[in-house]
C-alpha cells in the first residue's frame, strides 16, 4: 500500500499549479497528531461469519433486566 500525501509526488501526477501554493502540514506531536483513516471493506466471508452487536446488546439488557426481576423477587419472598 502506498500513502500519498497531496501535493508531494509532483514527478508521478499531474497537478494543477496553484498560485498561491497550498501548504500541506504533518504535525507529528501528541498535542497536534497527523492521522488518516482508510475505509475497510470486510469480505463476503467475514460479513457472513460477524455476529450482529445489535442482537447481542438486546440479548445482553434482556438477560440483566431477567437477573433484576429475579433477584427483586428472591429479596421480597425473603423479607417476609
Known sequence: M????????????QTPILAPP???SI??????ASHIILPVIPSAL???SQFPLGIL????AI???VLIV???SQRKK???
Open 22 to 24: 497550498p501548504l500541506v
Open 70 to 72: 429475579f433477584l427483586a
Open 57 to 60: 446488546g438486546a440479548a445482553v
Open 63 to 65: 438477560v440483566f433486566i
Open 78 to 80: 425473603s423479607s417476609t
Open 46 to 48: 467475514e460479513e457472513e
Open 2 to 13: 502506498r500513502v500519498t500525501i497531496t501535493c508531494a509526488d509532483a514527478d508521478d501526477t
Open 27 to 32: 504535525h507529528r506531536t501528541k498535542r497536534f
